[in-house]
Structures are given as structure tokens and as C-alpha cells.
């Protein structure tokens, strides 16, 4: 077991967090991260202070071996001696994985799962709350959210807000897909965006089963200042799309789609 692990193991008994231990030892919460990955030793004083904290020996805080059924198994290694990462089972139905890889600071994969709030922060993270570059979870955020929960330049989820694209049964975005989307562009049973397409849209542009908006396409009711129900009134709509050219590419997404409608 290496001096990092020990105090890892140590921090984790005590029931401290990176920040709490930090606090107390008057250095920095990626001082004490360093530490905890071999990335970095603590100067001689603050050994000190972690036996003093921790009720160890400087032989147990750098040179002693863990055992008991809370211990973490040792890290695994290459044939040329890399460290990949460390293992933990700390208690019944959780299981953690940090990869020894670091990316700006934070781990390539975390891995941290279990019954209770566990915590996983990385470029990869995968836990019950999930934050990182690309983040899984029951709650995530991340560049790329994917969970329960999501929030993200990209999200996906039960409940995904997304800055530019968000996919869920409830979604934000610019562009936006689901039960119930909000966004720019939306897709869903209730879409509401400045061109909303769905079974409920309102919008500048909506087409839908029911439409409102500036321009509606609706193929039961539609109901704005230029309000068309599809297929009864379809020769209208493309009457007055032809006689707006102006409108470019939205005249012929709102024709295709009213086309559609018209069966």
C-alpha cells in the first residue's frame, strides 16, 4: 500500500472529506488530491500532523500494510511498474474505482456507485451524482450528461437541460426532444420554441396536432395570425409560403412537415 493510499484509506475512516482534511492540515483540497493519487508527498511536518490526525506511526503512514474487510486491495500494475488506479469496497452495496491517470487535475475514471450519496469526479464519471467532461448518473453534469437527472452542453436523461441539445421525457436546449421540450428548435408531445414541431406545439413556427403561433400548421386546430389546419386548408399554406421566399429554409422545413401532416 503506498503513503498515498494510507492516507486515502485514513481520510475515508474518518469520515473527511478532501476540503475537511485540507482545512486542517493549512494546504490546498489538490494538495491533499496529489497526495492521495502519489502524485505529490506531503512535507515532513504535515506527516506529522496526518499520524497526530490519523493516530498512526510514520511507519504506518509510509511504510504499513492495511488489512480488515474495509481495506483496499492494492492498486494494479503493468509490467513496467504503471499504476493504473485503485480499487475500493468499503461497505456492502458500493463499489469505487479511481484510475490513476490524471487530466487537468482530475481523474481519467472515477467510478462510484452505491446505496447512499456517492460522489464520482472525473473526465469519465460514473456514480450517483456524476460530475466530469462525460458524466453518468442518477444525477450528472458534465459536458455530456447522461442520467436521471442531466445537465450539460449535451444532456440526456429523464429530465435533461441541455445548452445545446437536450433529449429526455422533460428537455431543454436549443434544440430539444421530449415529452416536453423547451428550447429553439423543439421535438415533443408539448414542444414549446420558436419552431416547434409536436403533438401540442406553440411557437413562431408550430406545427402540430395543435398549433399556435405567428404561423400554425396544425392538423386538428391551429390558431395565430397565419393559422392553417392541415390537410383541409393545405393548398392555402403552400399559396402563401410560395408568396414568402424570404423565409428560406423555414418555408421549406414548415412545408415538408405540413406535407406530412397532409398524409
Known sequence: MTTGQKIYESRRKAGL????????????????????????????????????????????????????????????EDGKGVTWGRIEHTEAFHYEYISKKRVFGLPLLHVNFGLGFYRAKGIFAFGNFATGFFSYGFLS???????????????????????????????TGLLAFGGVAVGVMTFGGLSIGYVAVGGAAIGQYAIGGWAQGWLAVGNSHAFGEHAFVVPAQFSELEAFLDARPSLGWLGGFVRSLSRALNG
Open 17 to 76: 472529506t478532501q476540503e475537511e482534511l485540507a482545512d486542517r492540515l493549512g494546504v490546498s483540497r489538490q494538495a491533499v488530491s496529489k497526495w492521495e493519487s502519489d502524485a505529490a508527498f506531503p512535507e515532513t511536518e504535515k506527516i506529522l500532523e496526518l499520524c497526530k490526525l490519523f493516530s498512526l506511526s510514520a511507519d504506518e503512514l509510509l511504510f504499513g500494510q492495511s488489512s480488515g474487510a474495509g481495506a483496499k486491495p492494492e492498486a494494479q
Open 141 to 171: 453534469i458534465g459536458l455530456i450528461a447522461a442520467g436521471f437527472m442531466s445537465l450539460g452542453l449535451l444532456a440526456f436523461g429523464g429530465i435533461a437541460l441541455g445548452l445545446l441539445f437536450g433529449a429526455g421525457g422533460v428537455s
